[in-house]
């Protein structure tokens, strides 16, 4: 399933805690896909605190505490790490990572907590999540066969990478426009992993993010920068990113675009997806200006490659959302694909 499918379910399990209405999620998929990352995101857009509990670094006790004695009897201490009402706030979310990685004596510990949401006295705030993440078996991570009462316990997804949605996250992170460009230019490398051979560096949403930082670190040793992309994103990758990045010194100029300047397209493809890219960046950094959106409307429709005009609006939308509807230039453009029926721009959107 795609990150932004899953991000509006576990959008909805959060909301429905309040409601009494909540199960607990449990996120598959191979290392590097971003599970980790869209948790996060959900704590974040409702400004609530993440526990991130990782449980193949815990012992039994940890999660169940430490027995004292009190009188003639004996109690168990509640671990703080554990959420409560009073020193983390009535709302937020349990993160279970690596849960799969967890010994079985530490995951049959977590069974309790996990369905009635309570280990002996303890009790989960009301307002509280439990979402759980790992690698699936084939992944070669460090991972045990989840046992059936703890799988039975949850709903299961698996994340699968999405080229748009990753493009998405990207514009909103400030990722360099050319790992965009490169990245729809080659969309099979955004997630290339072959778990049979076991690569040390390979390209995944998390090491493109990798590949953005070397290139703000070693832009000004570019004897380097081969290297370092290599080390985010494996060699083969690397070597074709470094190609890329090398090429765009070829661009036409993004300023004379967005001035309304005639810009010829470029006539190699990688240019074409190179300039797409720049020219959203552009137009996020200038926050939608309109006479600059205009401009790029007008040039994408200049694409000798019809579909690559509507990937930059489409990515443009992405970028600036609705403040593109307005553009009085939106209108020519869209009756100008209008029978590609590829994408739908609905101001609902």
């Known amino acids: 399933m795609r990150p932004s499918h899953i991000e509006t379910i576990l959008d909805r399990e959060f909301l429905s805690c309040g409601e009494g209405q909540h199960t607990p999620v449990m996120l598959w998929g191979p290392p590097g896909v971003g599970k980790s990352q869209i948790i996060a995101g959900i704590a974040t857009r409702h400004n609530v605190p993440l526990i991130d509990l990782r449980l193949s670094q815990m012992e039994p006790t940890d999660l169940r505490g430490i027995p004292f004695r009190k009188g003639e009897y004996v109690e168990w201490s509640v671990p703080a790490m554990l959420p409560d009402a009073e020193r983390h706030g009535p709302c937020g979310i349990l993160f279970l990572d690596e849960i799969n990685a967890?010994?079985?004596?530490?995951?049959a510990a977590a069974y309790q907590l996990i369905l009635d949401r309570r280990l002996g006295e303890y009790a989960i705030p009301q307002g509280w999540a439990i979402f759980a993440a790992g690698n699936r078996q084939g992944d070669r991570g460090v991972t045990y066969s989840m046992p059936a009462p703890l799988a039975n316990r949850f709903t299961h997804y698996e994340v699968e990478p999405n080229l748009d949605d990753w493009i998405g996250w990207a514009l909103s992170h400030n990722i360099d426009e050319r790992i965009l460009g490169f990245l729809r230019f080659r969309p099979d490398l955004l997630f290339n992993y072959d778990a049979a051979h076991n690569p040390v560096a390979f390209p995944s949403p998390r090491s493109w993010e990798y590949?953005?930082?070397?290139?703000a670190k070693f832009a000004d040793r570019p004897d380097l920068l081969g290297d370092a992309l290599q080390a985010s994103v494996g060699k083969s990758c690397g070597v074709e990113l470094k190609a890329f990045v090398d090429n765009m010194e070829n661009l036409p100029d993004i300023d004379a675009i967005l001035a309304g300047a005639e810009i010829g397209v470029p006539k190699s493809i990688d240019l074409q997806y190179g300039v797409a890219s720049a020219l959203v960046r552009r137009a996020r950094e200038s926050a939608g200006a309109p006479d600059k959106l205009a401009n790029?409307?007008?040039?994408?429709?200049?694409?000798?490659?019809?579909?690559?005009?509507?990937m930059l609006v489409t990515d443009l939308h992405r970028a600036v959302g609705k403040p593109l509807f307005a553009v009085p230039e939106f209108v020519g453009w869209a009756n100008s694909v209008a029978e590609l029926m590829l994408y739908d721009f609905k101001p609902s959107a």
């Open 211 to 215: 590949a953005h930082r070397a290139l």
């Open 296 to 310: 790029i409307l007008k040039y994408a429709r200049n694409f000798p490659q019809r579909e690559m005009g509507v």
């Open 102 to 107: 967890a010994p079985p004596t530490v995951s």
